[in-house]
């Protein structure tokens, strides 16, 4: 089994040390450096607190970027962020996992759209599946994003894949490769985040545009934590998938709390979702139908 984690919590730990007796896990402090790597724009990625939190800067020059080192099939990945304060809008932060495949990617997408002072953040949620994506999910948050940090996090496992804000599930799109539907099981993903301009479509469909007045715009990131099945023992480690939490039965579908909450943020916070865009979608794709 290779596990990987890069900040764990310590009970998980000394319960997989102890349960499997073959644990390559180290409850290592979490620096940015040692799991992931700049991929664009050196000089607009600060780190922080000794490279336990960075900053992300967008200014008129240039937005930045980060990637995981490795890339992981299956697992859970998380990380506290704090978005731009005040006047975001045309901003664009995302944080995703990308099989880097040209044809036939998976993905899985957060999406943070700036917005004018005042007004909600809105998170787009994606899901790219063999290749085929255009299933955007929009919900306003509850909270501003660039007050505290807040935890966004990816679970990812054989049953479904579960987008999360603070533990809420924002977004669960369901393994139903039975009845058809494609899954992204077969490539694994790396973690990859990136702040950039998007004015031409981020903020009221590319009305709002960006205020270079209040540029530089800083974006927070720390926590970084990511536990999966990793090269070099991959295949041996999804084919043992009870050895992996994220594997195990209660991670296999939302419990009933989880459930309620998830109710909760479609009825009340979700202010756009493909599956019911007639306009774009006459008829439902299937995995509308197939139920969430
Ligand atoms: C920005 O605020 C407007 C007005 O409150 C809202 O309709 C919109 O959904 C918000 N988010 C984006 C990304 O435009």
Not at 89 to 108: H, P, Q
């Amino acid at each position: 089994m290779e596990y990987t984690s890069i900040s764990v919590n310590l009970i998980l730990f000394f319960f997989l040390a102890g349960a499997l007796n073959l644990c390559s896990v180290s409850a290592r402090p979490a620096t940015f450096l040692q799991d992931f790597r700049i991929t664009w724009s050196d000089n607009h990625i600060k780190q922080l607190d000794g490279g336990r939190a960075i900053q992300l800067i967008l200014d008129q020059s240039s937005g930045c970027g980060f990637a995981s080192r490795k890339q992981y099939l299956f697992g859970h990945v998380s990380m506290k962020i704090k978005l731009i304060p005040g006047d975001s809008a045309g901003t664009v932060a995302a944080f995703y996992m990308n099989s880097d495949t040209d044809t036939v990617r998976d993905e899985l997408d957060f999406e943070f759209l700036g917005n004018r002072s005042g007004h909600p953040y809105t998170v787009q949620t994606n899901v790219y599946a063999h290749g085929k994506g255009d299933r955007e999910q929009r919900v306003n948050l509850w909270f501003d994003p660039a007050a505290e940090f807040h935890t966004y996090s990816i679970l990812w496992n054989h049953y479904h894949v579960v987008f999360f804000v603070d533990n809420v599930p924002i977004r669960v799109y369901k393994n139903n490769e039975a009845r058809g539907i494609p899954f992204p099981k077969a490539q694994p993903m790396g973690v990859y985040s990136t702040l950039w301009e998007a004015d031409d479509w981020a903020t009221r469909g590319g009305l709002e545009k960006i205020d270079w007045n209040k540029a530089p715009f800083f974006a927070y990131y720390k926590d970084f934590d990511i536990e999966g099945c990793d090269m070099p023992d991959m295949r041996r480690c999804i084919m043992n998938p009870n050895n992996n939490w994220w594997e195990r039965p209660a991670y296999r579908q939302l419990n009933p709390q989880q459930a309620r909450l998830y109710k909760w943020v479609r009825t009340n916070h979700m202010i756009y979702d493909y599956c019911t865009d007639k306009s774009r979608y006459p008829v439902p794709p299937r995995e509308c139908l197939a139920g969430y």
